[in-house]
Antibody, heavy 118, light 107 residues
């Protein structure tokens, strides 16, 4: 069965960086792109970017361009999302989500809480 | 960037039909997906490509999309349908956009 397992919760100080991982299993990793979506406490979903796992092509949300980097390790079936220059407003649950062949997000990771606090 | 606007909340009595709208400029020309998110859980798609349902989603969930409004309809609403619902689409710039979300309350 398809599973996306994310790394554990993180606490960072303002100005620091965080890198969250998402390990995929149960399907051929390179057959599906992967997205990152975040959700601040009590707020809605916010799309951050996606990576085509087959060739590494990436598209970032204009809001996060320059501050986020999405990468993948095909040998480990893992996608990473690094967010830099963290501020308190970046406190959120970060999700990875698989892009289905019908162009919607069909499987989601369990979420990783990133807390930014001095 | 493209903006999708949803009502913050919708309330409906059990057994009635809930309709949640998602407004965007000429959204009828795009494909819209709908996600359900229950408290403390990751989102789950309930309708994709305007009106299709993934396997396992009840027929009570349906969608439509025309002009400037996409609509998610939930017929015969049950207490278990209480959740936040988000519309989402992929705009011309390649960005994926979510609506602000609608909290469905079952009275």
């Amino acid at each position: 069965q398809v599973q996306l397992v994310q790394s554990g919760a993180e606490v960072r100080k303002p100005g620091a960086s965080v890198k969250v991982s998402c390990k995929a299993s149960g399907y051929t990793f390179s057959d599906h792109a992967m997205h990152w979506v975040r959700q601040a406490p009590g707020q809605g979903l916010e799309w951050m970017g996606w990576i085509i796992t087959r060739n590494g092509d990436i598209k970032y949300s204009t809001k996060f361009q320059g501050r986020v980097t999405i990468t993948r390790d095909t040998s480990a079936s893992t996608v990473y999302m690094e967010l830099r220059t963290l501020r308190s407003e970046d406190t959120a649950v970060y999700y990875c989500a698989r892009y289905s062949s019908d162009w919607y997000l069909d499987f989601w990771g369990q979420g990783t809480l990133v807390t930014v606090s001095s | 960037s493209y903006v999708l606007t949803q009502p913050p909340s919708v309330s409906v009595a059990p057994g009635q039909t809930a309709r949640i709208t998602c407004r965007g400029n000429n959204i009828g020309s795009r494909s819209v997906h709908w996600y359900q998110q229950k408290a403390g859980q990751a989102p789950v798609v309930v309708v994709y490509d305007d009106r299709d349902r993934p396997s396992g989603i009840p027929e009570r969930f349906s969608g439509s999309n025309s002009g400037n409004t996409a609509t998610l309809s939930i017929s015969r609403v049950e207490a278990g349908d209480e959740a936040d619902y988000y519309c989402q689409e992929w705009d011309n710039s390649g960005d994926h956009v979510f609506g602000g979300g609608t909290k469905l309350t079952v009275l």
